[in-house]
């Protein structure tokens, strides 16, 4: 477990730096443009935007080239040290390494759209084209999986291509929430808690769309990659994805007492009337009346915050689980081939 662990690093810091940027800009395309343009404060969360966003292309870079070494000594055996005469062979002549050459351009093409974007923080038209690059980036993962074993384009490929990409906007955008929307938020906090309660709504609503995209498209994974319950238990793959299973499990029962509680209280607490719909908020306002006549806005605000943090670290998991995944055979093959080694040797059933 451990060794897989290790070995899993360079492709674990990958796949938090295409979490973080696609999460990044969708929040910087969806969740902070209800801050008016004229506000310092608007101006503040843009720049710290876009500074997270500068770590995570440097971080991509870093990992495109450790993935590209790993990968290689995988398929040739040799040790890392040796790899590096023929790394133009594998990128030339391997499915990995045209796929690896699609993503270096496309990173190249983020790089170079970064500055402009900086110097217009206002425009729209920069942080949606660097999302479509960071969708092709995270294309490129999804080519070189376990999906692509389908073939190019293939249903099981996209379907975890659409994968990551909710899993991204989710756990990205709780990333950007806490590393750089709230602190920066908090200290404008008395005269933009109405701003906060907004943010939070409309972070609220991209997870939710993001969790649905989530469940939709891992259970069809599930469904291609191990099929059968038995197998959660039965099999490496399985017991990685059951404390994966049980981790989302978690992330949603801490986004629903957000969406449920915490945000109706912000809104609330920020001076906006009873929305009148949605019978869960209603219930949850209902039963913690003592909470509601003695909350203020900065403990309801931080209590969200702190539990965006805690999804977080169990983001964080989540992340692991997967790379580790990536490493292990699939459930379903692995079933497959204990049950022809059994057939071949039907008597290693005594042992």
Known sequence: MWAGLVHSVPNLVDLIAITTSIGTLACRLWVVPCAPTESPLNQKLLIRLWWLLLVCLVVLTLSSVMGLIQRT??????????????????????????????????????????????????SRAVPAFMLAGALVIAFTRSASGHGADAGDLSLP???????????????????????????????????????????????????????????????????????SVSALWATPYGNILAIKLLLVLVLIILGASNRYVSIPLLKRLAGYPPSGNGGMQRLALQYLPRFLKNAQGTGVALHFAHTVMVEVIVMAGVLVCAALLTHETPAKHQFHRDHTTLQAHPGHESY
């Open 73 to 122: 000594a995988e398929m040739s055996g040799r040790p890392y040290g040796e790899v590096y005469s023929i790394l133009f062979a594998v990128m030339l002549n391997s499915h990995y390494g045209q796929t690896w050459l699609i993503r270096v351009g496309t990173l190249v093409l983020l790089w170079i759209a970064w500055l402009p974007g900086k110097r217009n923080l206002q």
């Open 157 to 227: 490929e996209l379907m975890d291509w659409f994968h990551l990409l909710a899993a991204s906007a989710w756990g990205g955008g709780m990333v950007a929430f806490t590393a750089v929307i709230f602190p920066t938020c908090r200290r404008y906090e008395a005269q933009n808690f109405r701003l906060i309660a907004d943010l939070a709504g409309r972070l609220s609503f991209l997870a939710g769309i993001s969790l649905a995209g989530v469940l939709l498209t891992g259970a069809y994974n599930y469904w291609l990659e191990v099929a």
